[in-house]
């Protein structure tokens, strides 16, 4: 009989035990749902009460878009779904810059050869500030690069010109005492964003000498001494280059539209 109480009461102790630790769990499980559902409701609340929450995202996920753990236009992609529209003037502008970079970076992943993503994506930074430099619509400027190298990674011509944006040596030399245009020898010209920088500066000036555009292209593509000696002897000037590259930037308008 002894025997028979002591079982029952340590069935009840352990019953007892039991229900405690499920009240226990209860209260704690319930105090968890509450704390998620308010840290959420704050989480909503401090989005709606800051506007830069977004803008500070995508800044974070620009800053790390060569890092090569993440896929350049996966980062870009995500940040673009994340972002409202902006009301401020300054993020128009850096919302329209990252949509024209991001349309240079689809064009130059769609003809390029022998470049990685990593590369595409520089390659397309550096097409964007030029172009913004000296006002060129970036197509114009990849027609002019897609004439000269087909966009080929190392290109040389029968003739010595390096690079995407075919310059001799002789002209990079003549460029050189230009700030933040240094030099180092025919290697550097086959350093694709060298290339175009100073490709775009020798276009640029050669388009405020000559007082047109199309005059402009024609001296990139022929030299100045050549384009001296045919204005002096008032020579036709030759047509086929300008139309080979007007030609590709009008196929580029077509295809690949404003963003």
């Known amino acids: 009989m002894a025997n028979k109480n002591y079982l029952q009461l340590r069935l009840r102790r352990l019953a007892l035990r039991f229900f405690t630790i499920c009240l226990i769990q209860s209260v704690v499980v319930t105090y968890w749902v509450l704390e998620l559902s308010d840290n959420r409701k704050s989480a909503r609340l401090s989005v709606q009460a800051t506007?830069?929450?977004d803008q500070a995202s995508i800044d974070k996920a620009l800053t790390s878009l060569w890092t090569g753990h993440t896929d350049r236009q996966e980062v870009q992609l995500a940040s673009l779904a994340c972002y409202h529209p902006p009301s401020d003037?300054?993020?128009?502008?850096?919302?329209?810059?990252?949509?024209r970079q991001m349309l240079v970076e689809r064009i130059i992943g769609d003809f390029q050869v022998g470049f990685d993503k990593n590369e595409v994506g520089q390659l397309a930074q550096v097409i964007d500030s030029e172009s913004?430099?000296?006002?060129?619509?970036?197509?114009?400027?990849?027609?002019?690069?897609?004439?000269?190298?087909?966009l080929r990674k190392g290109n040389i011509s029968y003739q010595g010109a390096h690079g995407l944006m075919q310059i001799k040596p002789a002209v990079a030399v003549e460029l050189a005492n230009r700030p933040g245009h240094d030099f180092e020898g025919k290697t550097s010209l086959f350093?694709?964003?060298?290339?175009?920088?100073?490709?775009?500066?020798?276009?640029?000036?050669l388009i405020m000498k000559y007082g047109d555009i199309r005059k402009g292209l024609i001296a990139y593509n022929l030299?100045?001494?050549?384009?001296?000696?045919?204005?002096?002897?008032?020579?036709?000037?030759?047509?086929?280059?300008?139309?080979?590259?007007?030609a590709t930037y009008e196929e580029l308008l077509e295809k690949y539209p404003d963003a």
Do not use: C
């Not at 000296?134 to 190298?149: C, F, G, K, N, W």
């Not at 350093?191 to 000036?205: C, N, R, T, V």
């Open 51 to 53: 506007p830069s929450t």
């Open 223 to 246: 030299g100045e001494t050549a384009m001296r000696s045919r204005l002096a002897t008032n020579r036709k000037l030759p047509s086929q280059y300008v139309h080979k590259v007007m």
């Open 132 to 150: 913004r430099r000296y006002s060129y619509d970036p197509r114009l400027l990849l027609a002019v690069i897609l004439t000269e190298s087909s």
């Open 191 to 205: 350093d694709p964003a060298y290339s175009i920088k100073l490709g775009s500066l020798y276009l640029f000036e």
């Open 89 to 99: 003037t300054m993020q128009e502008e850096r919302w329209t810059q990252m949509k």
